[in-house]
């Protein structure tokens, strides 16, 4: 069965940095696309960042461009999310998701979901 396993969270100082780690098992890692997405306290669910299956094709979010990097390694079934210069806003439980082939934003396009990862980034 398919297993998407967030890693990496926890609590920084605004400014600070924190690189999450999506592990992957279950299916042919090298065929998806993976996003971030993120959800705030009493906030809906919103997209952060995306890559294509090969890693030549990605998106961010204009709220975290310039500060957030995503990357992979198809070797260890992983892709990453480094986030660089928090902000108090970027609070919230961080998803990463899987869908076949192409970077997308919209989360109802993705077909698998881990469980989640705390981030909480104080003033």
């Known amino acids: 069965q398919v297993q998407l396993v967030e890693s990496g969270g926890g609590e920084v100082l605004a400014g600070g940095s924190l690189r999450l780690s999506c592990a992957a098992s279950g299916l042919t890692f090298s065929n998806y696309a993976v996003g971030w997405f993120r959800q705030a306290p009493g906030k809906e669910r919103e997209f952060a960042a995306t890559?294509?299956?090969?890693?030549?094709?990605?998106d961010y979010a204009d709220s975290v461009k310039g500060r957030f990097t995503i990357s992979r390694d198809n070797a260890k079934n992983t892709v990453y999310l480094q986030m660089n210069s928090l902000k108090p806003e970027d609070t919230g439980v961080y998803y990463c998701a899987a869908k076949i082939y192409s970077a997308a934003i919209r989360a109802d396009e993705y077909d698998y979901w881990g469980q989640g990862t705390q981030v909480t980034v104080s003033s």
């Open positions: 890559i294509s299956w090969s890693g030549r094709s990605t």
